[in-house]
């Protein structure tokens, strides 16, 4: 596990590389309180994160690794006027445009990408650069 910060301009960026494994999902979420205390969000607005960021990892966790080896990377970006989240893995991929909730998805969960999108205000999905591997990304826009 590994966690790298830096300033840059008028934001700052956090990288946090956790084991993907269920039991590591608790530090992303108190990294993002951490980052909180830097520019105060309202609690609407961190819980919100905290929920897609814990959806997002869970399903790189689940998803991602068939034996659980691996990590989970997530970029946490903080600007004036957003917050930025990336959640990225060495897995297979997954089929993001499953964003409407049907018997045979709930049976599984399925509501991960859906609560992630009504959550947030930009959201992409995709292959990570390099054609392995997940990357999840969305943002949450801030008052100025």
Known sequence: MSAHAQPVGGSSTVRLTIP????????VRLALSG???????????????KLAVTEACTNSVRHGYENGEGTVEILYELKPDRFVVEVLDDGPGFDASGDRPT????????????????????????ERSGGHGSKLRFVKLLDA
């Open 35 to 49: 980052l909180s205390k830097l520019r105060p969000l309202s609690e609407e607005v961190l819980g919100d994160l």
């Open 20 to 27: 993907a494994k269920p039991e590591y999902i608790t530090l």
């Open 103 to 126: 018997e045979d998805n709930l049976a599984e969960g399925g509501l991960g990408i859906a609560i992630i999108r009504a959550l947030s205000d930009e959201f992409e999905a995709g």
